[in-house]
């Protein structure tokens, strides 16, 4: 693939420094929330004062899997549910590098559930970003752990009789040391959370509650990926240090949004550290 | 490049092969193992946990198995050598992640002590039903290198040499071994590091922005690069061009494929590692891996005390298979014996490379135990009187088979 040719100084993209111009277009639908992510993404590793070139940026499968392939950093698209479980692997053997996993809820709390909550117990020094539209969009609109109740998809068409994940709560229970929820319709809030998430020691959850314009909007009748958003200017609430126990998100039903948790822990490669030393191993 | 006397625990030990195996690791170069335990290869962990920090190493545990060899593959790619350790069910839950491996060209390595089966099966017991299962796996094609030890030295041994022929093909590369070479104590000798060759990463040495991650050298082999080197690398389970990106259409999938296949077969000769005894002028030879090897071995002595021309072709490496051996085998032997813990696997590969010329006389074996002599030195007998072509692969029936067919039939008499 040839680069983008870039001339003049106005026609730099004013992301070319993070972004992988030469994969532009994108594969995302119009509506989507999953560039928006990516845009405030990018922002906050500009302002984040990190070296790019120690950031690896780890998906899973999904809409929100191709997100590495648009990043220019050390990128992995990696199999379905384990991009945790891989993101696990670089940081554990390699601590200098800084390590983020930005995936989808599908890919994240379903089939990559059970790394989710081990990665928060053992707060592995890493930024896990997961993109909840509530559907399994890629496969075109199937139920995913997320869709509200009675919320329709294409695998539940007399409504999703399943109760959603909160996916903060569990972040929380399992031990992450910052957690923050934000829609994509919040987006210099939500870069804020991510530059403060990288610059967070241990692991850190950002929830994007992101419009599927095409098929949890289509299927549930909620209008184009505008609609969307105007519902969550209207429906949504600021509340910071929230208990992450009241961020259940029914369908069409007001969302709480904000940063629940703010907190030190040790991580497992600092403690690992810490417990040769104090132990005298190998010396 | 010799191994770093750091991480090589040089001397004579008495130790099973699961540890051997662990210290094999070691000795490789191996900065980090991810496992979850699961008998019978557990040992081969502990080993490994105990000794890692001799060599600035580590262990994790992790939660499951797809965990395990995920963790692995992304500490490929964050620049150390890595292993990971499984046995039975925990070899399938890997299979779908060693396909990524093998699309990514990402050396590692996956030790299996493989134990009885089909699902939990004889978990504490031996067996050698997953030989296919390593070729196959995974959904989609690929070629692997996989070796099957058949002592506790060889599993050190091959260790390394699994650790090295990963760097050196850029593929995974597996350990088949078995519980019962795996939980056998024997004299292993870990010789100084000096005596140790250990093939270190082909890293690629130009500027960012040049390298293609699966652009091949001359070898049909690309140099590695890791995380955290400026090269923006963009790697992907996806059908991929030299430079990572993905595509779909036909061209770009027959490329990328053609290659995963072609730098292994390409080097089938460096690769393949055989054992042969007596096999020139044989008129059965005795194909065999694992412990089965070792078990046959008596076997053919018991034979050739009835002065039948009987030899032995070992396969130290089970996969790339040595086709083209037994096609000049099956020149001038009579037949092949194929004793196996499984109810045919090599042996339908000895079939196939035999092309008709030879009759495959497969000795089966349920599991949970290794053959008994007696039957391979039976089964070489039934080989060689029996003159007329077979159709396909004839089972032989083993005296325990034999028994509990019987005692059915009584039963239901």
């Known amino acids: 693939m040839e680069a983008v040719k870039t001339t003049a100084a106005h026609e730099i993209h004013p992301m070319e420094n993070v972004l992988r111009m030469d994969r532009i277009p994108h594969i995302w639908c119009p509506g989507c929330g999953i560039g928006i992510a990516v845009t405030a993404f990018a922002a906050a590793l500009e302002k984040a004062n990190i070296d790019l070139n120690k950031v690896a940026i780890v998906s899973g499968i999904g809409c929100t899997g191709r997100v590495a392939g648009y990043v220019k950093l050390d990128s992995f698209h990696t199999t379905h549910g384990r991009a945790i479980a891989f993101a696990t692997g670089i940081k554990v053997a390699s601590p200098d590098m800084k390590v983020v996993v930005f995936s989808g809820d599908g890919d994240l709390i379903a089939i990559g559930g059970n790394h989710f909550i081990h990665a928060a117990r053992r707060n592995i020094d890493m930024l896990v970003v997961c993109v909840n539209n509530f559907i399994y969009a890629m496969t075109g609109g199937q139920v995913a752990p997320t869709t509200p109740l009675a919320a329709y998809a294409t695998t539940c068409p007399f409504g999703c009789v399943e109760p959603p994940f909160n996916i903060p709560y569990l972040a929380d229970s399992s031990g992450a040391v910052y957690v923050a929820r934000w829609t994509a319709l919040h987006v210099r809030r939500l870069t804020n959370s991510f530059v403060e998430a990288l610059n967070k020691k241990g692991l850190s959850v950002v929830e994007v509650i992101s419009p599927c314009a095409q098929y949890y909007s289509r299927i549930n009748r909620l209008g184009d990926g505008l609609d969307m958003m105007r519902f969550y200017h209207d429906n949504s609430e600021i509340r910071h240090g929230e208990d992450t126990k009241n961020l259940d998100i029914g369908f069409q039903q007001k969302i709480i949004m904000g940063k629940f948790v703010d907190r030190e822990r040790p991580s497992y490669t600092d403690r690992y550290q810490d417990w040769l030393k104090q132990r005298k191993v190998g010396m | ?413």
């Open chain 2, 1 to 413: 490049m010799n191994a770093n006397p750091r991480d090589v625990l040089s001397g004579t030990h008495y130790i099973d092969g699961d540890v051997a195996s662990g210290f094999g690791a070691l000795a490789a170069g191996c900065k980090f193992i991810a496992g979850y335990p699961i008998t019978p290869s557990t040992e081969a962990a502990e080993a490994f946990a105990r000794v890692a920090y001799k060599g600035n190493a580590m262990f994790i545990q992790m939660e499951d198995e797809l965990a395990s060899v995920s963790a692995v593959v992304g500490a490929v790619w964050s620049g150390v050598k890595s292993m990971t350790i499984t046995s039975g069910p925990g070899y399938s839950l890997m299979m779908e992640t060693f396909g990524f491996a093998a699309m990514l060209e990402t050396p590692m390595v996956l030790l299996n002590i493989q134990r009885g089966g089909p699902s939990t099966g004889v978990p504490t017991k031996t067996g050698q039903a997953d030989i296919m299962q390593s070729r196959w796996g995974s959904h989609g094609d690929y070629e692997i290198i996989a070796f099957a030890p058949e002592s506790p030295q060889e599993l050190f041994d091959y260790t390394v040499k699994a650790f090295n022929l990963a760097e050196r093909y850029r593929c995974p590369v597996m350990i088949m071994s078995d519980e019962c070479v795996g939980h056998m104590t024997e004299k292993v000798v870990i010789p100084a590091a000096d005596r140790i060759e250990i093939e270190p990463r082909r890293f690629f040495k130009g500027q960012p922005g040049q390298y293609s991650p699966f652009k091949p050298d001359d070898d049909l082999v690309p140099p590695m690069a890791k995380a955290g080197d400026g090269y923006n690398l963009y790697i992907s389970g996806r059908a991929h061009n030299d430079q990572g990106m993905p595509y779909t259409n036909e061209e770009f999938k027959l490329r990328c494929i053609r290659r995963l296949v072609d730098k292994i077969k390409k080097n089938k000769e460096k690769i393949i590692e055989l054992r042969e005894e007596n096999t020139k002028d044989a008129e059965v030879v005795v194909v065999a891996y694992g412990i089965s090897s070792r078990v046959a071995v008596r076997g053919i002595e018991l034979a050739r005390e009835k002065g039948i021309k009987v030899g032995q072709l070992r396969l130290v490496t089970i996969w790339p298979f040595p086709d083209e051996r037994i096609a000049e085998l099956s020149q001038t032997a009579k037949a092949f014996v194929v004793p196996e813990i499984n109810y045919g696997q090599i042996a339908f590969e000895v079939d196939r490379c035999a092309h008709g010329r030879s009759n495959v006389v497969l000795v089966p074996h349920g599991g949970a135990g290794v053959h008994n002599p007696d039957d391979i030195c039976d089964a070489i007998e039934y080989a060689v009187k029996h003159k007329e072509p077979l159709e396909g692969v004839h089972e032989y029936k083993t005296r325990l088979e034999r028994k509990v067919f019987e005692e059915k039939m009584r039963i239901a008499e």
